[in-house]
């Protein structure tokens, strides 16, 4: 089955301490991506990649750190998590030309909490 | 900010009827596309309508795109209740940036 996998679906952790949120895709997308969604926001794109050792800043980049080692991995890093990180996060893979006139396939989402 | 706007903010229709919701955004675009979010959980992908179309059908979904006013819309015909749903519109632009709008929030009613 066609999937996107994030790791943990919950978390919960304190100012400061350095996390990392995996994403994993099945469909060897060239394209992954990486957003926040908050109430009344919308989602808002932090970091993407358009294949292995290649990323790019989106939208809201600060404070956070992504890589691509390997095509079907793309990890997020909050090296010193503040609370105005706290947020719904989502991981998103693509083909990199929407090939069959396709978007996004999301993961389920991580649910991240700083105190 | 390339954020686009959906339109209304939320809708609250009766089960059959259709229900309409638009988009707009501030710069050119490569495609744009519609996803349905339930609460809380994973965007699906509905539809996506490159630059030069001008309206799409999926089943009970049409997607029309005006570049000239830089506004799209989404049409969902004969509506039921697991419709119930947050719609959104996304943006792609030059450079593989993505920009989401802030979502419809329809309540389709048995």
């Known amino acids: 089955e066609a999937q996107v996998t994030q790791n943990p679906r919950y978390l919960i952790t304190v100012t400061g301490k350095k996390l990392t949120v995996t994403c994993s895709q099945n469909?060897?997308?060239?394209?992954m991506s990486w957003y926040r969604q908050d109430p009344g926001l919308g989602l808002r794109q932090i970091y993407y990649s358009m294949n292995v050792e290649v990323t790019d800043k989106g939208d809201v980049p600060e404070g956070y750190k992504v890589s691509r080692k390997e095509k079907r991995n793309f990890p997020l890093i909050l090296e010193s998590p503040s609370p105005n990180q706290t947020s719904l996060y989502f991981c998103a893979s693509r083909p990199s030309a929407f090939e069959g006139g396709r978007g996004q396939y999301f993961g389920p989402g991580t649910r991240l909490t700083v105190t | 900010s390339q954020q686009g706007e959906e339109d209304p903010q939320a809708l609250s229709i009766q089960e059959g009827e259709n229900a309409t919701m638009n988009c707009s955004y501030k710069?050119?675009?490569?495609?744009l596309q519609w996803y349905r979010q339930n609460s809380g959980r994973g965007l699906v992908h509905l539809i996506l309508i490159r630059s030069n179309e001008r309206e799409k059908h999926s089943g009970r979904l049409r997607v029309t795109l005006d570049t000239s006013k830089k506004s799209s819309s989404l049409l969902i015909t004969a509506s039921r209740a697991a419709d119930t749903a947050s719609y959104f519109c996304?943006?792609?632009?030059?450079?593989?940036?993505?920009?989401f709008g802030t979502g419809t929030s329809l309540t389709v009613i048995p």
């Open positions: 469909m060897n997308h060239e394209y």
């Open positions: 710069t050119s675009i490569n495609n």
């Open positions: 996304a943006t792609h632009h030059t450079g593989n940036q993505f920009y």
